[in-house]
């Protein structure tokens, strides 16, 4: 049986999951919030959160979207909260350790790689934030793309076509 419609008026859930919750889910939470609107409430967490990274939020800014007011979230901050329409894990490590979300109607794994891994000097190190930043952007607006606002099913289809092409 297929979920009943859920117009844009009541806006579709969805939680990014990463092991730390320091860059990449922080990122995908940026851009959903500034490209997808009203039409999304968007969260992220980690599995063993941190601090968000400095450059995630330098990234993040250089396309004016400011994360710098985000924080790192362990998953149990949403124990108590309404059902996620949607959970997108974005790292491997989040996916072999949270491979069901408890509570969510759909989960699709978007994996990227990890920046803060990447050594170097400040600035390469900062050009592999904004390489991540710019992947995670494209499969969000491809996601967008898919007109994915308007049923669960209709989300879960777009959210799960872009794991696929991933």
């Not at 049986?1 to 859920?6: A, D, I, L, N």
């Not at 329409?85 to 969510?104: G, K, M, R």
């Not at 390469?124 to 898919?146: C, M, P, S, Y």
């Amino acid at each position: 049986m297929s979920e009943p419609s859920r117009f844009v008026n009541a806006p579709l859930r969805v939680l990014f999951l990463c092991t730390h919750n320091s860059s990449r889910s922080q990122m995908a939470e940026g851009l959903l919030r500034a490209h997808g609107g009203s039409a999304f409430e968007v969260f992220s967490a980690g599995t063993e959160p941190r601090v968000v990274h400095p450059l995630a939020i330098k990234a993040m800014q250089e396309i004016g979207i400011d994360i710098s007011s985000q924080t790192a979230k362990g998953i149990e901050a949403f124990a108590s909260e309404p059902p996620m329409d949607l959970v997108v894990t974005v790292c491997y490590e989040a996916q072999e350790t949270c491979p069901f979300f408890p509570n969510a109607r759909s989960q699709v794994h978007w994996g990227f790689p990890d920046p803060s891994r990447i050594t170097g000097t400040e600035e390469e190190r900062l050009a592999t934030f904004r390489h991540i930043r710019d992947l995670i952007a494209v499969k969000i607006n491809q996601f967008l793309d898919r007109q994915p606002s308007f049923s669960y099913a209709q989300l879960y289809a777009a959210a799960k076509a872009e794991e696929q092409q991933g």
